[in-house]
């Protein structure tokens, strides 16, 4: 079964620039969830999407959005980028019932210039 | 907050067991995670365990649980160069977005 799959795996933007990620979560799966990692401040949670919903929101300013589509994919947003969002953008999926295991993605990198 | 605490680097010879150590803070977490990333790769899950498990074993992964002290290990059997690469410690109280330690990089040396 196919796993968890990101697009793109790769980019780069400018400051001031709006980017999109995509997630494709495991086939059944209806959570998906978004983490940040950075060298310096390493894995943040950014949200936490169920069913089309918002269910968990980490601590990071406006600019970082997300939706879930019917099919359960995923899209975040971040908008006026910064040279600080350079990043690897994870996303993870699961059941979304408590407890259930949670696979990652291989990530988008993105770099901000 | 919840914290989750990794020492950074461990390195090992080939072949000998190699065991990281991790120690959490929240005591309702339920769910405790192990993932592994290699360069230039997201993050792989290896193994987890309920807090109302001791112990767990998956071919050469054995995970200790003493939720007295908030502790936590993965000890790798056979340490192989392949198993080179950054190992995250995560909790969960289940209903809540995993909380990650810093990472502990393994060297295997040949």
Redesign the interface.
């Known amino acids: 079964k196919a796993g968890v799959t990101q697009t793109p795996r790769y980019l780069i933007k400018t400051r001031g620039q709006q980017v999109t990620l995509s997630c494709s979560p495991i086939s059944g799966h209806r959570s998906v969830s978004w983490y940040q990692q950075t060298p310096g401040q390493g894995l943040q949670f950014l949200f936490e999407y169920f069913s089309e919903t918002q269910r968990n929101k980490g601590n990071f300013p406006g600019r970082f959005s997300g939706r879930q589509f019917s099919n359960s994919r995923s899209e975040m947003n971040v908008s006026t980028l910064e040279l600080g969002d350079s990043a690897l953008y994870l996303c993870a999926s699961s059941l979304g019932d408590r407890g259930n295991t949670i696979y990652f993605g291989e990530g988008s990198w993105l770099t901000v210039v | 907050g919840e914290d989750v605490e990794q020492s950074l680097f461990l390195s090992v010879r080939e072949g000998d067991s190699s065991v990281i150590n991790c120690t959490y803070t929240d005591s309702s977490s ?2 405790l ?1 192990w ?1 592994k990333q290699e360069p230039g ?5 290896l193994t ?1 365990i ?1 807090s109302n498990m001791d112990m767990k074993q998956d071919q050469r992964l054995t995970v200790l649980l003493n939720k007295k002290d908030k502790h936590l290990s993965l000890r790798i059997a056979d340490t192989q160069t392949g198993d080179s690469a950054i190992y ?1 410690c ?1 909790e ?1 109280s ?10 502990t990089r393994l060297s295997v040396i040949a």
């Open positions: 339920t769910y995670y993932y790769a997201g993050l792989q899950l987890y309920f995250f995560a969960s289940g209903n809540t977005p995993l909380v990650f330690g810093k990472g």
